[in-house]
């Protein structure tokens, strides 16, 4: 009787460390994302009045007012890259992006305040997702062309291509065009673009799809009029198309334009809506 006492209790005894394993695991399971999402939603709600007096008053807001906001929202980015994820990187990479696009969109303010912040926004998004494709052609204009600091947008590039490889993420060739493209327009290196789009060639002929083929050829194209010819109006017009080609805003779009045609290009509208650019007589 006592060693069939034993034998149940000893099952007993299994059954509650399993339930109470379990139980944990559960709790663990609804905890760790209610945690981000209160840490995430108390960051946020350093943002509510200005977003609800935006959206309620579109009157004029003295600049000494949207400079305080602006360094509250940097405090407030400070916040969220010391923030850990637990896991959720991609939630955590999202939040921000969508934060992001708020910021950018804002027209009104944007032209009084500028565009500093933009890397802020991507040193979260890349840091907690650097496969995030589609964040590094937004990386590369809000930062490099509206910010005016593509050495910063070429930072977080280079630490995110670092983690990358030609097929994770699929077509990630586009960031290397994306680097050369603020290397050569930007900052004038025409070394360094040259040795970022031969990279892109080089990944993006590891496909065999129509798309990448062409990227492959214009990449390739580009380094080679740089390296006969590092100041080439070629390449620098052929740069700017590759912005032209990228699905950009009307105010990037016309900044491309007017640059080619400064550059003796000329931007031609074909009958189905595409763009295509004829070059000057001489490079």
Request: glycine share 4%; net charge neutral; hydrophobic share 35%.
């Amino acid at each position: 009787m006592s060693i069939l006492t034993g034998i149940i209790l000893d099952k007993m005894s299994k059954y509650a460390l399993k339930d109470q394993k379990n139980m944990l695991m559960s709790r663990q399971t609804i905890v760790t994302p209610l945690v981000v999402f209160l840490c995430l939603s108390g960051i946020s709600f350093m943002q509510f009045p200005r977003l609800n007096r935006i959206l309620n008053n579109r009157q004029y807001i003295p600049l000494e007012t949207l400079e305080k906001e602006l360094q509250q929202e940097k405090t407030r980015l400070n916040i969220l890259k010391q923030t850990p994820s637990f896991g959720y990187d991609n939630l955590m990479s999202n939040w921000a992006y969508l934060n992001f696009l708020q910021y950018f969109g804002d027209d009104e303010i944007r032209e009084r305040t500028g565009y500093s912040l933009s890397p802020d926004y991507f040193d979260i998004i890349l840091k907690h997702d650097p496969r995030f494709l589609g964040a590094y052609i937004s990386l590369s204009t809000s930062t490099s062309l509206y910010a005016g600091m593509p050495e910063r947008s070429i930072e977080l590039m280079e630490k995110s291509l670092k983690l990358l490889s030609p097929q994770v993420p699929e077509r990630s060739y586009y960031i290397w065009r994306y680097k050369g493209i603020d290397e050569l327009l930007f900052l004038g290196n025409a070394q360094a673009a040259q040795a970022s789009f031969t990279t892109a060639a080089n990944w993006a002929s590891q496909y065999d799809d129509e798309e990448s083929k062409f990227v492959a050829f214009t990449s390739q194209k580009t380094a080679e009029f740089l390296s006969r010819n590092p100041s080439s109006k070629y390449a620098q017009i052929a740069t700017w198309g590759m912005i032209l080609t990228n699905p950009v805003d009307q105010k990037t779009r016309q900044r491309a334009i007017d640059a080619i045609e400064k550059l003796g290009g000329q931007v031609i509208t074909n009958p189905d809506g595409t763009s295509s650019i004829k070059l000057p007589p001489k490079d």
